[in-house]
């Protein structure tokens, strides 16, 4: 690096555009989550900067700019870089590249990741798996370097990193609950203009990245800078169009994903791209996250904000263009080097990612508990409440109590002001009519409680009654059994009849779990074509094995379906009997049950099999 002012000056202020990013990447994430996780999610990409920062300047440094050690590792440590301002200079600026790895990850697992977690993975990635490969590329004595691999800016170094170790953290974390129950579940995002403007701070930023990786004030920049701008304008163009042809709409995550999938692409040919290569390169980011995002659907990949399609697929297309941008070189020759780098990169990351999370994964759980995720994040993990939720406990607290004669009062300018002003407008119609609140009432619990397809209890309802079950236990002793049933052949089933015929084989069956079981037992739909029953104050463990025989028989009759067709299927059931002799919780029981039901899947169908 340049030790002109005016050069040093200019990868300053680089550095702080690229900071900018941070909280461009916090209004994208939070705005593409659900409320009840926003706040956690903003909370995470904070913590993950000053994490990433710590960790770079007092370990990561060393690695990556320090004296190399055959070309994989540098081994300086410590503040080395204070006696020279340009290197102090550089270490800043890459600080900010390695806090943007880490960031990535952070949209990838949102919603169902502990903060603890999060944290730790942070570490991961700053401490041995950006700064490594980033000594392999971008220090002069490092092996990729020395092979002649061209990653400018960082489409691998800096996004295919945090892409990889996303795909790797969400592999291991697994899906958020409800994301692939049989179809491709899309959740409420809470706030698209949050991201919005998120979209225009890390384009902002981008500025800084692409421009700052000059590492001079030169003719040079200003062709860098002017690249990036038209990469991530067609990128948008091209996300606009897409979405106009193939859904009818403009849509805005299209739009969005496109204008950060050009950036990302650009970013490794930035300096050698003439304006209109920069064009193709915008689009040819867009068609690489479309391609990541339909691949991530199909294999059940749970991406929350799309960050792996992005960042990842996007950076590795970027990556593997420069060859064709390049005059002086053979074109094939180019490629091979830019695809070891690729590889390279990814093992690293990917693998050593994968390895480290699933370890720990194995002896501290990553993920939070089932209630935890229902409730939101922002309240089990940082007790952040907002008027949304106060307003929803208020609710809760009067349905509760069953006493509607009061208000509830929230802060007229906030976000619950409208919902509470019809709420209260309904109680004050119960209040007027006791037969018409009575209705009312019983039919809100029922949307509530209860599925609308087959009547039965849903799973809140069914965690609610097993939550007061466990703890009744102790002041009155009986014996309890859970019966976790799964559908065997109803996919193939719903994929030759269609989705009618589905509902009515699902309807058929409630109806059928219903007429077997007692009516003091609750039967709930768990989700697809899972059913759970629990059975209260059982004799023994035997009446509930010889219940789940006769649900077995009852559901294995043919059903009937419309014009004249009939359908087949069997039921595996896994049994999971509790007393008050056992130190047991919600999800032991659910987890227990849903083992045992797999386990008979795996003996041949048909049966059932006791945790």
């Known amino acids: 690096m340049s030790d002109q002012p005016i050069d040093i000056l200019w990868v300053l ?101 502990k903060y603890l977690s999060y944290l730790i993975i942070a570490v991961v990635v700053s401490v041995f798996i950006y700064p490594i490969q980033a000594h392999w590329v971008w220090n002069e004595a490092g092996w990729l370097a020395q092979m002649g691999f061209i990653d400018f800016a960082g489409s691998s170094v800096v996004h295919s990193v945090g892409g990889w170790a996303a795909l790797a953290a969400i592999l291991v974390i697994g899906s958020r609950l409800g994301r692939f129950d049989g179809e491709n579940t899309l959740f409420e995002q809470s706030n698209l203009a949050y991201s919005a403007l998120g979209v225009f701070l890390i384009w902002l930023g981008w500025i800084g990245f692409n421009g700052g990786s000059v590492l001079a004030l030169n003719n040079l920049t200003g062709l860098v800078i002017l690249n990036t701008l038209i990469a991530a304008s067609m990128g948008g163009i091209a996300g606009l169009v897409f979405s106009r042809l193939y859904t009818g709409y403009f849509r805005v995550g299209s739009i969005m994903h496109g204008i950060l999938a050009g950036l990302v692409a650009i ?127 208020a609710m809760n607290i009067q349905a509760q109590k069953q006493d509607f004669s009061h208000k509830i009062l929230v802060d007229p300018y906030s976000d619950a002001s409208l919902i509470a002003a019809y709420y209260n407008h309904v109680i004050h119609a119960f209040n007027q009519v006791s037969e018409e609140k009575e209705g009312l009432l019983a039919e809100s619990y029922k949307i509530a409680h209860y599925d609308h397809l087959t009547g039965l209890a849903k799973r809140r ?51 059928r779990i219903q007429y077997t079981i007692r009516k003091t037992d609750l039967a709930s739909r768990f989700g697809g074509d899972e059913f759970v029953v629990l059975l209260e104050g059982i004799r023994n463990e035997s009446f509930a ?16 379906l419309s014009n004249q067709d009939q359908a087949h299927v069997k039921a595996s059931i896994g049994l999971k009997a509790f007393d008050q002799t056992m130190n047991v919780s919600v999800d032991d029981i659910l987890k227990e049950a849903d083992k045992a039901m797999y386990l008979a899947k795996k003996r041949g169908k048909g049966q059932w099999v006791s945790a």
Request: net charge negative; proline share 2%; with cysteine.
């Open 13 to 113: 202020l680089s550095a702080t555009l690229v900071a900018l990013m941070q909280p461009g990447f916090t209004a994208l994430e939070a705005g593409a989550t659900r409320a009840k996780n926003s706040i956690s999610t903003a909370i995470k990409n904070i913590s993950d900067f000053f994490i990433s920062f710590m960790v770079f300047v007092v370990f990561g440094a060393g690695i990556m700019l320090g004296e190399s050690f055959n070309g994989i590792i540098g081994l300086d440590s410590g503040f080395f870089y204070l006696n020279q301002f340009s290197d102090l200079t550089m270490v800043l600026f890459q600080a900010m590249f390695a806090s943007t790895a880490v960031t990535i990850i952070s949209g990838a697992i949102a919603e169902r990741t």
């Open 267 to 393: 970013t490794a040919s930035a300096h050698l791209a003439s304006p209109y290569s920069a064009m193709l390169i915008g689009v040819l980011g867009f068609i690489a996250y479309c391609i990541g995002k339909e691949l991530l659907i199909k294999w059940k990949i749970d991406d929350a904000i799309e960050a792996v399609p992005v960042h990842l697929f996007a950076g590795i297309a970027g990556t593997l263009a420069v060859p064709w941008l390049m005059t002086d070189v053979d074109i094939w020759s180019q490629f091979k080097i830019q695809l070891t780098g690729v590889v390279a990169i990814g093992l690293l990351s990917f693998s050593l990612s994968y390895l480290i999370l699933k370890s720990i994964n194995h002896f501290f759980t990553l993920r939070v508990s089932e209630s935890d995720e229902i409730l939101g994040l922002n309240i089990s993990e940082h007790q952040a409440t907002t008027s949304m939720f106060d307003l929803a406990q």
């Open 461 to 511: 309802l069914l965690v609610t009654e097993l939550e007061q079950t466990i703890l009744s236990l102790p002041h009155n002793p009986q014996t309890h059994a859970l019966l976790f049933i799964d559908l065997d052949g109803f996919k193939a089933i719903n994929d030759q009849y269609g989705h009618d015929a589905g509902d009515i084989l699902l309807k058929e069956v409630a109806e």
């Open 545 to 560: 094995a010889e219940l789940a025989d006769k649900l077995i028989e009852s559901i294995s009759q043919p059903i009937d």
